[in-house]
DNA sequence: TTAATAGTGTCTCTTAGACAGTATTGC
DNA sequence: GCAATACTGTCTAAGAGACACTATTAA
């Protein structure tokens, strides 16, 4: 890691810090949660032999083994100890969880109401994480330390009321979203369904042309802590980031892939279909052809893509 | 403050959490940083009648007036207090400060190396504010509690060199960015004109199609702390911010506004100069006109505009 | 009148949206 | 051939960029 590069202290300074001692004051444990999303196919059974599988976007949860909220599901995460910045705290605990550091990721949110973990003042930092099918897929998901279980949920989020009022100069305006989590059984044969369920409210206060905004869970199925917010909280900037640049839809993507894939990914975040002539313009800078073909079924094949390294790394 | 919304714990929990002590764990104190920015006139002498006073972009700072830094400038800030979240952490900090808590106020970044701090283990967060000149002028910089004097610096941060390494399949590319901070003379007749200077090396990593970014001081004078990369990261950070939504500009202006002062707000955040017919076609949305003129000097009256409210609350 | 800013009209070029049409595969 | 996906061409509408032009003011 980079030095932060503070200049070496005067002679008045370490003074003052040989008597300061910081453990005189209160301090919060500061822990880093990652919304992990990628691309998955959804097993279905009505083979036709034709279609494409169906996709879905997922998030990685974690089964908790221990107080509290034991048993309940949790985003992966963990305590930033010393001598780790909050990514590389971030990074590990996603390597333990996924076996693999091959993903975006990049900072989310911070939560810190007081009262929002009852083992006391905790402060979570939020982190989206975007990987792909093919580096999960030799990583596969090992359960490390004290991890527990770790699965893949099929994630929809779905704004449901839209609550405005207005009073003189103050606006508030209050929307419902829907969080539905339901297990993608990976081929296994346990054919438990595990559905989990929250409904998070985003609070949104515009005074003096400034906004405020906050959200609260109004109900929380199976997910632990308030991870439900900050999962919708996640959700809802992935959705804003792929809006401003299209770029983080690759990293759904592994080496090699087809437009259509691309597309599906996209279409999944920000939940509009699109026109894939239109689609195939957009994206046509970012990508570059290969003689791969893919075969997938009664159909003609689509060519492999790879990513234009030029107009990613500028 | 909303709470959290975490459900009512569980027997199980409850046991759980009567013999846990948190404070076995090593935790770090956090701090809230904020980079204030604001428009202000250059007052210039050469009194030509007719031109308008020239523009520049403007950031709050704080004399030091304890150690460590002591005598340095640093951005205003403070420790995250219990009962309260970082957001009112910044909140609290920014009007102790300003006077004013009428201000666009959204997180930023993380610094959270340690040695970044010589007191010890001190997480920053890092926030964006933004107000206008009026909101500033009646609650003047009030110098509360430890702050020291407080003052507006012209800020100018100016992309250097760029080198760039390719190495197999992993991309690095260091961006070096000047900063340099002119104390705004705020009518006062001290004449002292003091400069904060520093260089800032933006670290980008390309590997397996991921990026990783870090700031690095490469050199800083008056500047206290690491703030130096702090400022550069918040600058940075709201040029994009502009870049994808124009609306954070509207957070510089006043109630009233003239259209041009709207637009030498965006130019001095992006560094580029614009067309106004252009310009005023992309703004049109999200204004009203109003009957009030506004005059100058030897020229043309301009027309006030006040915010569509309707285009910002949607 | 002059030199400054305020504001409008319009031409062009680029980009985004929609849709029609062709190509290729396994069965 | 059929039904699915893969891929291309083109028309149109909307938006961005550039520039020329008019309007109004204090000295």
Known sequence: MTMSGTKEYESADREFLAGYDISRYDRPSIAADIAVFSVGRKLSEDADY???????????????????????????????QKNETIQQTARRELKEETG????????CDVFSDSGRDPRGWIVSQSFIAVLNEDD?????????????????????VQKQAEHRREQGNEITCDNDYELTLVRS???EESEERITLFAVVREHIEYRDHHEIITYEIVRSQGIAFDHARIVTGAFNRLQRMLD??????FDFMPEQFTLTDLQEAVELISGQELIKPNFRRKVNE?????????????HRPAKAYVRNLERFYR
């Open 244 to 249: 401003s640049d299209i770029r983080i839809a």
């Open 50 to 80: 034709r279609r494409l599988p169906e996709k879905t976007l997922r998030l990685l949860m974690v089964r908790r083994a221990k107080q509290p909220f034991c048993g309940e599901w949790a985003l992966p995460g963990g305590f930033m």
């Open 286 to 298: 970012y990508v570059r052809e290969t003689d791969t073909q893919v075969l997938n079924g009664g």
């Open 136 to 156: 999960l897929a030799d990583g596969r998901l090992e359960a490390g330390g004290d991890a527990g279980e770790a699965g893949w949920f099929d994630i929809t």
């Open 185 to 187: 059984v990976c081929g």
């Open 100 to 107: 693999t550091d091959k993903a975006y990721l990049s900072l």
